[in-house]
């Protein structure tokens, strides 16, 4: 059975971040987010809800992998959350 996870408030601006740096090193590869999506094997309207600031998106270690994956980065980098 699924449940699901209610996202803290302390951990906002965690998920804002990780979309941010995926914005950033998928823009410093030079893709666009249909080929971001296309390389990752997820969709572009994932790939667009996680990037965008205005609103939380669960992210699953497995889209993590995958992006990263496609971004030829290792994972840590996405998560490397900067004040």
Do not use: W
Not at 73 to 79: A, F, N, T
């Amino acid at each position: 059975m699924s449940k699901t996870m209610k996202i803290s408030k302390e951990n906002e601006f965690k998920y804002i971040q990780l979309g941010l740096n995926i914005a950033y090193y998928r823009k410093l590869q030079g893709y666009t987010q249909e080929e971001l999506a296309e390389i990752s094997g997820l969709s572009r309207s994932h790939i667009s809800s996680i990037e965008a600031p205005n609103i939380i998106h669960n992210v699953s270690l497995e889209a993590i992998f995958c992006i990263s994956k496609a971004l030829n980065i290792e994972p840590y980098k996405l998560l490397d959350f900067r004040e």
